[in-house]
């Protein structure tokens, strides 16, 4: 095998694990919604119990001998990190996982303005068809809701919710991709849990959340939920840093989009959703932009 398929190889696992890591992370997160528990508290309790995990390997990557850039950029993670994903598990908890997970595409077109700014990261023409066409698909699925592929779908809380939530995760992988490139995938890694744990808790005092009322998070027939969302997004987190190690940014985030399809088929399996047919649609056309960035990248 020589090295470029072997490239190539890994970086489809990469990619595959992410996706599916995320997906799931989705799910859990919108069954411990649905059982009363603020999106911001599980948002802060992820990153706090992730950052508890990675203080062993604190004093053996070199974290602490990163160049000053790489703790500006980290705080900004932080910042972005904690408001995109504290939006989406709020959009999570009412909105159908098989448009929210679709509506993602709409992240690499976010990335991409940054990435060029702070990067210098230009896409070619393939890459910018791969990424029109997987913004084509959404439309498809976003037709499918009540108020159709219109600026009348701002009128839904959870897509206002999950665009804010696209825009700061968009940002936020440019920032990402920066720290990563000042350091290390492991350090990045480290670094997005400590800072965004700062940031979520802060989030928690900022919007007064009682934190008694979110004791049943504990009790035993949540703690598989709970388990399953600190996985799934310490998996998912890892792996994105390393396919942006990789590839470019935009390049990296219009792959994830593969996930459309697992979205769509999970929120009929697990929530009963409806129009799954062309949702699928529409996932697929994504699948084309993205299969176009592979083959041309």
Not at 23 to 37: E, G, R
Not at 66 to 84: N, Q, R
Not at 275 to 280: C, E, K, M, P, T
Request: aromatic share 14%; charged share 15%.
């Amino acid at each position: 095998m020589n090295n470029s398929v072997f490239s190539i190889t890994i970086l489809c696992l990469a990619v595959g694990l992410r996706i599916v890591s995320n997906c799931m992370s989705n799910v859990y997160q919108k069954k411990l919604t649905s059982k009363a528990i603020d999106p911001l508290f599980i948002n802060a309790l992820t990153y706090t119990m992730l950052s508890v995990l990675c203080l062993p390997f604190v004093f053996v990557t070199g974290l602490f001998e990163a160049e000053k850039g790489f703790w500006l950029y980290a705080v900004l993670v932080g910042i972005f990190g904690a408001l995109g994903n504290g939006f989406l598990i709020k959009a999570l908890k009412n909105g159908d996982l098989s448009i929210l997970g679709p509506i993602n595409a709409y992240k690499p077109i976010v990335s991409i303005i940054f990435a060029v700014i702070l990067l210098k990261e230009i896409p070619n023409l393939w890459g910018i068809l791969g990424i029109l066409l997987v913004v084509a698909g959404s439309y498809f699925v976003l037709n499918t809701t009540e108020e159709k592929f219109s600026f009348a779908l701002l009128k839904n809380k959870e897509i206002r919710y999950r665009f804010l939530s696209l825009f700061f995760c968009g940002t936020e992988a440019v920032f990402i991709k920066k720290t990563i490139l000042l350091s290390s995938v492991e350090n990045a890694f480290i670094a997005w849990c400590f800072f965004g744990a700062l940031f979520s808790l802060s989030l928690l005092g900022f919007a007064r959340i009682d934190l008694k009322e979110q004791i049943p998070v504990f009790e035993k027939k949540n703690l598989f939920f709970v388990a399953g969302i600190i996985l799934c997004v310490g998996v998912m987190q890892f792996t994105t840093n390393f396919v942006f190690r990789l590839i470019d940014v935009a390049y990296a985030l219009s792959l994830f989009q593969l996930g459309a399809i697992l979205s769509v088929v999970l929120g009929w399996k697990y929530f009963r959703e409806k129009h799954i047919l062309v949702r699928l649609a529409g996932s697929f056309v994504m699948v084309a932009g993205a299969v176009v960035i592979i083959l041309y990248n």
